[in-house]
């Protein structure tokens, strides 16, 4: 099995910049795709960004432009380059491996 923690969240101000991170241990071998997802209070998931042992990204509507995924295979994990955050960001967000591995969330708050 892959195990994913996640880290770097927190609270941040309109127009502020964070970055996540998701380390993966276990079955590596078997991730062919990493990335985030987020929920917010009473929205249904959403998803943020992907990327593939390969490189290929795929980004949410409402991030395409402020975000960027990147992803250190010899390191096992993936990064997520929040900039630009709006209010709207505020979310739980959700490392994932194959979209079948989760981690357990990671509080980021956008807030003045």
């Known amino acids: 099995q892959v195990q994913l923690v996640e880290s770097g969240g927190g609270l941040v101000q309109p127009g502020g910049s964070l970055r996540l991170s998701c380390a993966a241990s276990?079955?590596?071998?078997?991730?062919?795709?990493m990335g985030w997802y987020r929920r917010a209070p009473e929205k249904e998931r959403e998803l943020v960004a992907l990327?593939?042992?390969?490189?290929?990204?795929t980004y949410g509507d409402s991030v395409k432009g402020r975000f960027t995924i990147s992803r250190d295979n010899a390191k096992n994990t993936v990064y997520l380059q929040m900039n630009n955050l709006k209010l709207g960001d505020t979310a739980v967000y959700y490392c994932?491996?194959?979209?079948?591995?989760w981690g357990q969330g990671i509080q980021v708050t956008v807030s003045s």
């Open positions: 994932t491996a194959n979209n079948i591995r």
């Open positions: 276990g079955s590596v071998r078997d991730i062919y795709s």
């Open positions: 990327i593939t042992n390969r490189g290929a990204t």
